[in-house]
């Protein structure tokens, strides 16, 4: 809920999803089904994303470089590759390739309330 009390705009989102889903599978079955909701959208409000400068780099760098452990490390290879936290925390040393210096990305680590799933 938003400090207004209404859904926020995900879960709006989500709850239509299951509505549509439920009367594609109705209309799948053969079930009358009388309206249309294919168009109906929800309205999301952009978040402005704040992008660290070059100044900010450079001093988040020299602070993961100082001591570099497994944290730091993955601060590191987020801001250098872009790839996301669940992507980060699904890597497997099978997805390194230092020949090629790649990353197999894929898998993604969903992480609720501090815990793995």
């Known amino acids: 809920m938003d400090n207004a009390g209404g859904l ?4 709006v989102t989500d709850i239509l999803t299951i509505i549509k889903s ?3 599978y109705a ?4 079930f009358a089904v009388n309206c249309n ?17 070059q100044a900010e780099q450079d001093a988040l ?17 987020s801001l250098y590759t872009g790839i996301r936290i669940g992507e980060l925390c699904a890597l497997q040393w099978e997805d390194v390739n230092l020949t090629q210096t790649t ?11 501090g815990s793995f799933n």
């Open 61 to 77: 760098i020299s602070v993961l470089i100082d001591d570099m452990d497994l944290y730091k490390f993955g601060v590191f290879l």
């Open 22 to 24: 439920t009367m594609e």
């Open 27 to 30: 209309r799948y079955k053969s």
């Open 103 to 113: 990353l197999k990305t894929g898998i993604i680590v969903s992480i609720f309330n």
């Open 8 to 11: 926020a705009p995900k879960t």
């Open 37 to 53: 909701l294919s168009k109906l959208t929800i309205k999301k409000k952009e978040k402005e994303m704040r992008v660290l400068t």
